[in-house]
């Protein structure tokens, strides 16, 4: 089996092969990373991401409002308001799993965030700290914005565990939640494969959970 970074780079790969090869000939099996992780994890479907943020938009309703309860009269968000920053949020969420980052370290309450700094290098990885100072680059004042801002961080990580839970309740899942499941369960010998080769092929970036799957 050869894993790739994507199904286009497997079109090339297959028009490469017939360059060398005379038809009929048997390919071998060629997958992108992508396939490898869905087809191990039966038990979980990933979910289009109008789905992913309907699912995305209930969680932050539930948690979030339970901590700031609206004014008399006033509206929550809608599910319009809300797509568009919670986009920016469900890519976040993807790449905190793929990354293998710990949820709960990243979102720390803000108000704790400056003794977070000083004493991250003791238990961070890297990879946490970037992650960290991505949100961290604005000081924070009083202003109504930042205000705002201050309540949704404060309720992230129960958004992240609520929305997981509420995916998994109905076998469904995005892709960076699929690359922490594979890599867990691979962890644990509780995957297997096929194939007496496994080569790896095209990538110039690799995340953490690539890293680990591929040593493994």
């Known amino acids: 089996m050869i894993i790739l970074p994507n199904r286009r780079a497997k079109r090339f790969l297959l028009d490469e092969i017939k360059e060398i090869k005379t038809p009929p000939f048997f390919s071998p099996e ?6 490898l992780v869905s087809s191990k994890i039966e038990d979980l479907k990933k979910a289009d991401k109008l789905s992913l943020l309907y699912y995305l938009y209930k969680s932050y ?12 009269g006033k509206d929550k968000e809608s599910f319009a308001e809300f797509y568009s920053w919670g986009s920016m949020l469900l890519n976040d969420f993807d790449e905190l799993d793929k990354n293998l980052v710990d949820a709960k370290t990243i979102y720390t309450n803000i108000d704790e965030y400056s003794s977070l700094r000083t004493s991250a290098q003791d238990f961070l990885s890297e ?90």
């Open 30 to 35: 060629i997958r992108s990373v992508d396939d």
């Open 61 to 72: 309703c539930n948690v979030y409002y339970k901590y700031n309860p609206l004014p008399m």
């Open 127 to 216: 990879e946490q700290i970037q992650y960290l100072e991505r949100f961290f680059t604005i000081e924070f004042d009083k202003t109504a914005i930042m205000q705002n801002f201050v309540k949704i961080w404060n309720c992230l990580y129960e958004i992240y565990e609520d929305f997981k839970q509420s995916l998994r309740e109905d076998s469904l899942a995005y892709s960076g939640m699929l690359y922490r499941e594979f890599v867990d369960r691979l962890e644990k010998d509780a995957i297997s494969f096929e194939y007496n080769s496994i080569k790896i092929a095209g990538f110039s970036v690799l995340n953490a959970s690539e890293r680990k799957i591929f040593r493994l």
